[in-house]
């Protein structure tokens, strides 16, 4: 652990030897860091101003006035002989935290500032820490608002099977969730390689021929052959690019820009990753239906295959019924046993193919009906 530095002491004193000795001898050996009158002006973070008066007077108080127009707002502690009801009026608004009657000894002298000054510290060390609660809370309120807001658009992209409608609302969500001013996002062309621009909100459209293909020393490539997002805070824009997953490939990009001071963070990335997996997913899911449907259509058309076939053998079986019923209904010349029971065996087999043949028709009429 870090020792503090130094506490830093203004000394206003009005006797030359007074500020002398306190400048030169007592607070220095004591281990402080001191200032006098010279350096009011000078930029510096003091712990305390003090004030040693040896005479009273009406306008003495003024200095003090003078340095707190200068903005310097150190608690001050005062050592003086005496004070009247008008200098303690002036505690308060004087931002005077101690008053110690002279004449006074070093050790009180020192132990009387030590104390202000470790409370000076600990006040300002309270306040920093509340300052961090208050921001950490507020970070923690705005990730859990986010999240329930990425688990809403989640479901709102994962819904979609049109690639152009997936891209532009994953680029818009990103946006939104990272507070950012505008985005582009990616797509790689399977027939070139190359990083198109598939979706872009907040770029000028004088700028947007320049985007239209990413060039081999964009974020956006470099992201496409690493697989690792990029962050950049120390711009004047600053950025976040990630990688839009499709299984063990990387289909494309999505950048985020955001001028101004406020730079972004890891859960920023983490929120804009998150986004891309959505769009990963809904692509997968686009990606299957598209599949589901190419086997029905291959499927449909092998059954209409199939019922032109089965078309061609209700003629043969019209055919093969009709001599059947002409041999039987013949009388010149009786029909034997053996001669009859074949013309049976072919009656019945002709039954099914006809079935199958209208089941195959019935079927098919569902289908179009349905689709």
Do not use: C
Not at 81 to 103: C, E, G, K
Not at 134 to 159: D, P
Not at 202 to 221: H, K, M, R, W
């Amino acid at each position: 652990m870090s020792e503090s530095p130094a506490a830093s002491i203004l000394v206003l004193a009005d006797t030359p030897n007074d500020q002398k000795y306190l400048m030169e001898q007592l607070l220095p050996h004591a281990g402080f860091r001191v200032g006098g009158y010279e350096d009011v002006d000078q930029p510096n973070t003091w712990d305390v101003v003090l004030m040693n008066l040896m005479r009273m007077r009406p306008d003495s108080l003024s200095v003090l006035k003078q340095v707190r127009a200068r903005n310097i707002m150190a608690p001050a502690v005062l050592y003086a002989l005496h004070i009247d009801s008008d200098v303690a009026a002036q505690f308060f608004p004087m931002r005077i935290r101690r008053f110690v009657p002279l004449p006074v000894d070093d050790q009180t002298r020192l132990a009387t500032l030590t104390e202000l000054v470790h409370e000076v510290r600990q006040q300002a060390d309270t306040a920093a820490l509340e300052v961090r609660l208050a921001q950490a809370y507020a970070l923690v309120e705005r990730r859990v608002n986010e999240m329930g807001t990425l688990s809403r658009i989640g479901r709102a992209i994962t819904a979609q099977v049109d690639p152009t409608t997936i891209m532009k609302q994953v680029l818009e969500a990103g946006i939104y969730l990272t507070r950012s001013a505008s985005g582009l996002a990616y797509t790689v062309d399977p027939t070139t390689g190359q990083l198109v621009l598939a979706a872009h909100q907040g770029i000028a459209d004088a700028e947007l021929p320049t985007f239209q293909v990413a060039s081999n020393d964009s974020d956006a490539f470099t992201v496409l052959l690493s697989g690792a997002p990029i962050m950049r805070v120390d711009q004047p824009v600053k950025s976040i690019t990630v990688p839009l997953p499709l299984g063990n490939q990387i289909i494309g990009a999505l950048s985020v820009y955001r001028g101004g001071a406020e730079a972004f963070d890891e859960a920023d990335q983490a929120t804009l990753s998150s986004v891309a997996d959505y769009a990963a997913i809904a692509l997968d899911k686009m990606e299957a239906v598209h599949q589901a449907h190419f086997r029905v259509d291959q499927s449909l058309q092998a059954a209409r295959k199939v019922k032109y076939h089965a078309d061609t053998l209700l003629d043969p079986i019209d055919g093969i019924e009709g001599q059947v019923a002409l041999m039987t209904s013949a009388h010149e010349t009786p029909l034997t046993d053996p001669q009859r029971n074949a013309l049976n065996r072919i009656n019945q087999a002709v039954t099914p193919l006809r079935e199958i043949v209208g089941l195959i028709e019935d079927e098919l009429a569902d289908f179009d009906a349905s689709g």
